[in-house]
């Protein structure tokens, strides 16, 4: 019946295909119906507007908006406003003050110049005899470091890997000896007190002969 309607096989093929938005013989076909993209402002005589400036905020100016700034917990009796609220690890430690520091301020007379200079004298001694004996120990240490130092690193015998332990055993003990570390701390204790003392006498005489001279 189709044949006899005139219609061959390959027409109607082609009679029923249809063109899909996505086929590209459907673009082509449409041709004009696709809305042709807006020209650059530039080519229309318009200039874009401006770039906004970007305002930079910083962790420090960044608040939320309605919330005011966190306020301080009242402090306690006899405790300083916010220290709550720093750690116990981090808190500063308060400086020491030596106690010849305390003990000995600036001299005020002839007489307390003389007794600085007692002490001075007496404490000179004490040090100058703890100075040599830390001295000597001190000697013998560099003695004993440049012994093991000499010796091999593989003993070749046991006479000599008994002799090397002899030498670290000695200098361990005389490095950790309780006697050499006490001396060695009064020494350097007596050293800063002498130079203490030694400063406020002659901060003492320097102000006497100012005095003298302007008088």
């Known amino acids: 019946m189709r044949r006899a309607a005139g219609l061959s096989p390959e027409a109607g093929k ?13 673009r082509e076909a449409a041709g004009s119906h696709w809305p042709s993209p807006p020209a650059p402002l530039e080519s229309r005589g318009c200039r874009p507007p401006p770039a ?17 700034p966190a306020r301080v ?13 720093v750690p116990a690890g981090l808190a500063p430690r308060p400086h020491a003050v030596p106690d010849y520091v305390v003990k000995y301020p600036a001299i005020r007379s002839p007489r307390q110049r003389e007794g600085y200079k007692g002490v001075f004298q007496d404490q000179l001694a004490e040090y100058t005899e703890l100075l040599g004996e830390v001295r000597a120990a001190r000697r ?3 003695e004993l470091e440049a012994a ?16 090397t332990a002899d030498v670290w055993h000695e200098y361990v003990r005389k490095k950790r000896d309780p006697a050499f570390l006490e001396k060695q701390q009064r020494c350097e204790y007596l050293k800063k007190k002498l130079t203490h003392i030694k400063a406020r006498i002659q901060e003492y005489d320097r102000d006497a002969c100012d005095s003298a001279v302007y008088f």
Do not use: C, I, N
Request: proline share 13%; hydrophobic share 25%; no cysteine.
């Open 148 to 163: 093991m130092g000499r010796q091999p690193r593989h003993a070749a015998s046991r006479t000599d890997a008994s002799r």
């Open 14 to 26: 082609r009679s029923s295909r249809r063109t899909r938005p996505g086929d590209p013989h459907h």
């Open 73 to 85: 917990p009242p402090a306690a009796d006899g405790e300083k406003p916010g220290a709550a609220s």
């Open 140 to 142: 013998r240490l560099r």
């Open 52 to 68: 906004r400036a970007r305002r930079v905020t910083f962790e420090d100016d960044a608040m939320p908006l309605g919330r005011p």
